[in-house]
């Protein structure tokens, strides 16, 4: 392994100590020693990569960031109709909030920080809920009246409201809870040719292994931290 490539691994274990800190202690509770014990590094080793908490948080939210969007992208260019890729995204990143403690403690980080923030990672979710309605709307498959702003507000509030509350219960984001949401929502939202045809437990994508949208994320940021990693070791 090369040194470089010890320095991208040391930086992802970082990441996902504090991640883990963040998660069960709050930022203000995590400490730069628990980060790298957890991690396995010195503190020396940390501070080679982030100057200081704060920076460290700002890396879990970004590697948050790219996983979100990476799942959201993929739900505005997947097959079928707007509606069913609409459910299936929310079981998606429902699993990829389930499997990755990097994603839940950096929009727990995001939530809780001071007004300004630059950074706003649920943007690209609401975008996707907005965008995949209008399609829907052009494409015939909202029910007369269904107006998609409205929809979109709902679709909205209600899986930000799982995703706090799993904070305290996983549970929360196990199939069934969106499998009971889109239960109740379809029928009242989708054109009734669509209403019989919809699965509101959604597809899984291409039969892929279930982890896959955990390690996507992941293997993409190993990348993205390559060339700061490269700048530094100059």
């Known amino acids: 392994m090369t040194k470089q490539d010890r320095a991208v691994r040391t930086r992802r274990a970082l990441i996902r100590s504090a991640a883990e800190q963040f998660e069960a202690r709050g930022y203000d509770r995590a400490s730069l020693a628990e980060i790298s014990a957890g991690a396995g590094v010195s503190s020396g080793a940390l501070h080679f990569h982030f ?29 079928g109709c707007a509606l069913q890729r609409l459910v299936d995204v929310t079981h998606r990143v429902a699993r990829l909030l389930c499997a990755d403690v990097v994603v839940r403690a950096g929009l727990r980080l995001n939530a809780e920080a001071a007004a300004g923030r630059a950074r706003d990672l649920r943007r690209e979710w609401r975008a996707c809920v907005h965008d995949l309605l209008d399609e829907a709307e052009r494409g015939g498959e909202l029910a007369a009246g269904v107006a998609p702003p409205r929809t979109g507000a709902v679709v909205l ?15 929360w984001l196990a199939r069934p809870s969106l499998t009971d949401l889109w239960h109740l929502l379809l029928p009242c939202v989708a054109a009734p040719h669509l209403a019989a045809v919809l699965d509101p437990a959604g597809r899984e994508p291409d039969q892929r292994d279930p982890e896959a949208d955990q390690r996507a994320p992941e293997a993409d940021a190993a990348l993205e931290e390559t ?8």
């Open 157 to 171: 509030a209600a899986t930000t409201g799982i995703e706090v509350l799993a904070r305290d219960d996983h549970g």
């Open 227 to 234: 060339a700061p990693v490269r700048l530094a070791l100059r």
């Open 51 to 79: 100057a200081n908490k704060a920076a460290v948080a700002d890396a879990v939210e970004q590697a948050a960031a790219r996983a979100l969007r990476r799942v959201a992208l993929a739900g505005r260019t997947g097959d």
